[in-house]
């Protein structure tokens, strides 16, 4: 459950993020060189001047009287939306035409390291991410709604890096270094101490992903009330809450800008439930329970294993359409393609249909959580339209909530959904 932003956003940094590691076997269209680079920075330069000009020119506008603040924000949202999406394109300029990714593999101290090489692929993506929430922020400053200090500045440019493109890149930089590791370690180890060495690995990631969570998050104190009420939740449909197996309940602090919920960790111990601020202080105790049940519920069906699972196969195909055309030099990019078109659309067939799953599994889960307490549902009918008001709730003012998105159904086909007797069973 996402604000608006957040759901342009997730979709637009897998792109990137996923396009700029595909141009890691682009071949390159001119001999490449350090001038690669010195055109690579000089394009990322001018977007970035491209931003800031904009938003300086909103803020002349806002001065003169021409237009409103609130106006003058849209109207420079909507420009960073396009510089944002245009800016693709720039990656690929960057990495692509001027082979700024030939240029990254012939380095000495990249060409042996899928990680080093990585770092070099999203810089030019993520410096023009960056220029846009810059520019946002210049436009806050310069009219006196945000603290203008350079310090406040930083913050506010990681706390946007936090809340979105970390989540996807630190555990992608894990797994590259993982396979740095298994071929580094090939001349001194046999296959199956590398197997077993991989297997070690993706294991510890893992394991390590609720760690790194908490350290990107800001947490803090939740009211003993509300702990109370979570912890019996959880308690009543078998979720351990004390012990080493226990599941951890956080209070995500965003500022008030963020109504969302999510479990991070895919295995115990250490698996972690984040609750915003806004779900914990906003929603009606029983609206409340069907945000956490649907939580739980991922937990339950193993939606999250089943969506890596599922991306499996798209890539299996991208390696032999790729070997398809081994001889030639685009044949690497034709695979790269071919499995982030795929990719996407596996990965949100099976998103709208562990989604509707976890609706439905939380309405039973909430009359057995719920103890049949005052403002709790009584029946999975009950819960059904707690479940469609909460949704309601959290979607509130942000059109863009409600429509369908890559990883999410509308707000319409959720309800209709939960208007129809779920079928299946718990496990």
């Known amino acids: 459950m996402l604000n608006e932003q957040g759901f342009k956003l997730s979709f637009y940094v897998f792109l990137l993020v996923l396009v700029s590691l595909c141009c890691g076997s682009v071949p390159g269209w001119s001999e490449p060189s350090f001038r690669s680079v010195i ?91 960056l220029a846009t929430w810059s520019a946002e922020h210049v436009f806050g400053a310069r009219l006196g709604l945000t603290d203008s200090s350079l310090r406040n500045y930083f913050v506010s440019l990681w706390s946007g890096l936090r809340a979105g493109p970390v989540w996807l890149i630190i555990p992608t930089m894990l797994f590259l270094l993982l396979g740095d590791l298994a071929e580094w370690s090939q001349p001194i180890a046999t296959g199956n101490a590398v197997a077993i060495g991989i297997g070690v690995g993706i294991a510890a990631i893992a394991f390590l992903l609720p760690w790194i969570v908490s350290r990107v998050i800001r947490q803090e104190t939740m009211a003993p009330a509300d702990r109370e009420s979570i912890t019996l939740w959880l308690n009543r449909v078998g979720v351990r809450t004390e012990g080493w197996s226990a599941m951890r309940v956080v209070r995500w602090n965003t500022n008030g800008r963020v109504f969302n919920a999510l479990v991070a960790g895919l295995f115990r111990p250490g698996r972690m439930l984040l609750l915003s601020d806004r779900v914990i202080d906003e929603l009606p105790r029983g609206q409340f329970l069907m945000v956490v049940m649907h939580e739980v519920a991922h937990v339950r069906r193993w939606h999250v294993p089943i969506r890596m699972a599922a991306v499996a196969p798209a890539w299996f195909v991208s390696i032999w359409v790729g070997s398809l055309f081994t001889n030639e030099s685009w044949g690497a990019t034709v695979g790269g393609l071919t499995g982030l078109v795929l990719t996407v659309g596996t990965l949100s067939a099976v998103a709208y249909l562990t989604e509707w799953d976890a609706d439905a599994v939380a309405c039973k889960l909430a009359v057995k959580a719920g103890g049949q307490a005052d403002g709790m549902p009584a029946t999975e009918a009950e819960a059904a339209g707690m479940m469609a008001a909460a949704l309601g709730r959290v979607t509130a003012g942000h059109p863009a909530a409600r429509r369908a998105s890559w990883l999410h159904p509308s707000l319409a086909m959720r309800v209709k959904r939960l208007a129809k007797p779920p079928r299946m069973h718990l496990i």
């Open 39 to 129: 055109a690579s920075v000089a394009l990322v330069a001018g977007w970035t001047i491209l931003c800031h000009t904009a938003a300086r020119m909103m803020v002349l506008q806002v001065r003169r009287g021409h237009m409103r603040i609130r106006d003058a924000s849209r109207m420079l949202e909507v420009q960073l939306d396009i510089f944002r999406w245009l800016g693709l394109p720039v990656v690929l300029t960057c990495l692509g035409a001027f082979s700024l990714a030939a240029w990254s593999r012939e380095q000495p101290i990249l060409e042996s390291s899928m990680m080093l090489q990585s770092v070099v692929l999203l810089m030019p993506g993520i410096t023009i991410l």
